[in-house]
């Protein structure tokens, strides 16, 4: 059974893969060895614990670009080499804007990349899977950077502070039409997606009527945008002042209309009220469940696992952290029959998690406009495998952790499975600007001149399943030893380029070797797992 008691079992480099590869994009082997050296419980704490300072702004990459035969100039007059997140969305046609966007996510993903030993990057990508807008789409680049921004400062604050904030966001308000909602014509999207996405979910237990999206959105009329400078902005006037009634599902709570600039606390009462239903607890638990452990909720689990641990939500004041705890030391979330090896990868975790796992070098940070353009190109690689990181196909969000019974076999199809794997080969001989090295990426490894330690070591970081002894043993001999049946092929091969590195047929003797074992198992079906 399901059961949230604190992990006792062994801590090992399986152990330890799994849960960097759940919380992080792949698993460094530095990192692996790092946390080996601590408990599980240690461990844990360690990667909960966020950094205290935020990653560096995106930076203006494109002055100068061409645009249709057009050289692009900042409509802000930012210039190049410097950020561009405190500009306006004033620019005739969109180019600026256009380009801001292309910098943000190559910004985005360069983060992803260069994240420290915590689960701050993968917070911030979850909690986007959660509060979905698009950069395309919404209110500019400078309005979609302080929302992924929010994500990052209030990941661990009480979810009630989230949501505020959220539902003020500039990016936010165009997205779901905040900005057109007035007491004169309430527009009901931001409302009804507040409860049936963002709160309490669509499901059994959550039983909010059409009225109560009505009268939600009677609430937030007037909560818009100040256009020029793309920041919030309550209008009084345009807020309707009358009471608003919700259904028993909400304890029949009724909201005192209020006028002048005290309409804004409204808000805060809906948001109060949304969070004091038990749904919504459960909701965001099993929201997390599927994002990090596994998408089928089992009865067992609904009873063992969601409800407990929402519970634990709610009596913390929606403070995250304890619930991540919780789930992250106990037995369930080492579940080698349920859990572990049990989720595919998203196409994010794919592309950063190679690049992480092999320590590939990314271009210098000068030039900054090939340095970011470079960054756009691992992004757009991640797209056409189905993920468009801030650019989900709907407000919903990515299919895969919520559409059912596929969920994450969504990410794997037959226009998407040669990519996929076509990336990992692409990438190991030389693809992307050269940025793979199968030599850097074997020497991470102490026991390199081992072949059959190296390998058990190898699989184990980038395998989430283990691999049976007779299966390496294949594996070396057709690969490692080319062949060959003695260990020392491998040995003498390696030290043979140690010891003479500029010689180039002894470096070509042992990256061939490695660039061959390499494209053999990012090919596996094992590797698509997380």
């Not at 009677?218 to 818009?224: A, E, K, P, Q």
């Not at 100040?226 to 345009?238: A, E, G, M, S």
């Not at 090896?341 to 070098?361: C, H, Q, W, Y």
């Not at 060959?484 to 070797?513: G, H, I, M």
Request: glycine share 6%; with cysteine.
């Amino acid at each position: 059974m399901p059961s949230l008691n604190p992990y006792s079992g062994v801590w090992g480099r399986k152990e330890v893969a799994h849960l960097l590869r759940r919380t992080m994009f792949g698993a460094k082997p530095a990192d692996v060895t790092f946390f080996m050296g601590k408990t599980m419980a240690q461990s844990v704490d360690a990667l909960l614990t966020l950094p205290t300072n935020p990653p560096s702004p995106p930076l203006n990459n494109y002055e100068d670009a061409d645009f249709n035969g057009t050289p692009v100039k900042d409509a802000d007059g930012v210039a190049k080499g410097q950020t561009w997140i405190n500009g306006t969305y004033g620019d005739q046609g969109g180019v600026t804007n256009s380009y801001r966007g292309n910098s943000l996510r190559s910004w985005w993903f360069k983060n992803l990349y260069n994240q420290d030993r915590s689960i701050a990057e993968k917070l911030v990508v979850f909690w986007h899977t959660h509060f979905c807008t698009e950069i395309r789409a919404g209110g500019g680049a400078t309005a979609a950077y302080r929302l992924i921004e929010l994500f990052r400062t209030y990941s661990y604050t009480p979810l009630k502070t989230l949501m505020i904030e959220v539902t003020k966001n500039p990016q936010m308000c165009h997205y779901l039409n905040g900005y057109l909602n007035t007491k004169y014509s309430p527009d009901e999207n931001y409302a009804r997606e507040l409860q049936e996405l963002f709160g309490v979910g669509k499901g059994a237990g959550s039983q909010y009527t059409e009225s109560d999206v009505r009268e939600a959105a009677r609430v937030l009329t007037g909560h818009s945008l100040n256009w020029p400078n793309q920041t919030y902005q309550f209008y009084d006037t345009l807020h309707d002042t009358g009471d608003k009634q919700f259904s028993a599902f909400y304890g029949n709570k009724k909201i005192t209309g209020k006028s002048g600039t005290a309409g804004a606390d409204e808000l805060t009462e809906l948001i109060d009220m949304i969070l004091a239903t038990d749904e919504c607890a459960k909701y965001i638990v099993r929201r997390l469940y599927r994002f990090f452990v596994y998408h089928e909720i089992s009865s067992a689990v609904e009873t063992d696992i969601i409800e407990p641990l929402a519970a634990i939500y709610k009596n913390n004041g929606y403070n995250l952290k304890p619930v991540l705890e919780k789930l992250f030391k106990s037995e369930h979330f080492y579940d080698t029959a349920i859990v572990v090896g049990a989720m595919l990868k998203s196409p994010v975790d794919n592309v950063i998690g190679f690049m992480r796992e092999n320590d590939v070098t990314p271009p210098p940070s000068s030039p900054i406009d090939a340095h970011y353009q470079w960054w756009l190109e691992m992004y757009y690689t991640a797209a056409i495998q189905g993920m468009f990181l801030g650019d989900p196909p709907n407000v919903a969000g990515y299919p895969a952790y919520y559409q059912s019974p596929q969920f994450y076999q969504i990410w794997v199809n037959s226009d998407t499975l040669p990519k996929r794997v076509a990336y990992a080969a692409y990438a190991v001989y030389g693809g992307y600007s050269a940025m793979y090295s199968a030599i850097k990426m074997a020497e991470q490894y102490s026991s390199i001149t081992d072949p059959t330690a190296f390998l058990t070591e190898l699989l184990e970081n980038i395998y989430p399943i283990p691999v049976l002894p007779a299966t390496i043993q294949t594996m070396k001999v057709g690969i490692l030893l080319s062949g060959q049946t003695q260990d020392y092929y491998w040995t003498n091969a390696w030290n043979d380029y140690k010891n003479d590195p500029t010689n180039a047929t002894k470096k070509q003797t042992v990256e061939t070797r490695l660039q061959a074992l390499m494209y053999y198992l990012t090919q596996s079906s094992h590797y698509q797992l997380l």
